[in-house]
């Protein structure tokens, strides 16, 4: 059962993966806008607002979540590493060359990690889930 909390937290599922429509087998409740879950590294939930056209990483970074989000999205750090849910890696742009030479230097690298810096929101991605890796607190 997913009850909202005032910021719109949700519980989630499998290994932090905060997707509530794909886990509970029911449709996505009526809202306005794109909404984005994310977990954070203590286990937290969050449904976060997305703006189509910003990167993932400054929904995360505006929200307050803890990332570093060094570099501000310049691909020079790995310090806004995130892991997709599975049901979601196929559904996005795939990484580039850069951004897998980039994913060297983080931690805990997954195979489906990512940079949220190189996630560019659009309106497909209402309902994306990720989890924030360990190490990029701030």
């Given at each position: 059962v997913c009850a909202f909390i005032l910021d719109h937290r949700r519980p989630s599922e499998r290994r932090g993966y905060f997707c509530p429509?794909?886990?509970?087998?029911?449709?996505?409740?009526?809202?306005?806008?794109?909404?984005?879950?994310?977990?954070?590294?203590?286990?937290?939930?969050?449904?976060?607002?997305?703006?189509?056209?910003?990167?993932?990483?400054?929904?995360?970074?505006?929200?307050?979540?803890?990332?570093?989000?060094?570099c501000g999205g310049a691909l020079s750090c790995a310090t806004c590493h995130v892991y997709v849910a599975p049901e979601w890696q196929k559904k996005l742009i795939p990484a580039t060359k850069d951004e897998h030479d980039m994913l060297d230097s983080a931690f805990q690298v997954d195979d489906n990690s990512r940079l949220s810096c190189q996630i560019i929101l659009n309106e497909e991605m209402d309902g994306l889930c990720v989890t924030l890796a360990p190490g990029i607190e701030p």
């Open positions: 429509e794909a886990n509970s087998g029911t449709a996505k409740e009526e809202h306005h806008g794109m909404i984005i879950y994310v977990t954070d590294q203590s286990g937290k939930k969050h449904a976060l607002e997305g703006l189509s056209g910003w990167r993932l990483m400054e929904v995360i970074r505006d929200h307050g979540l803890p990332i570093k989000a060094e």
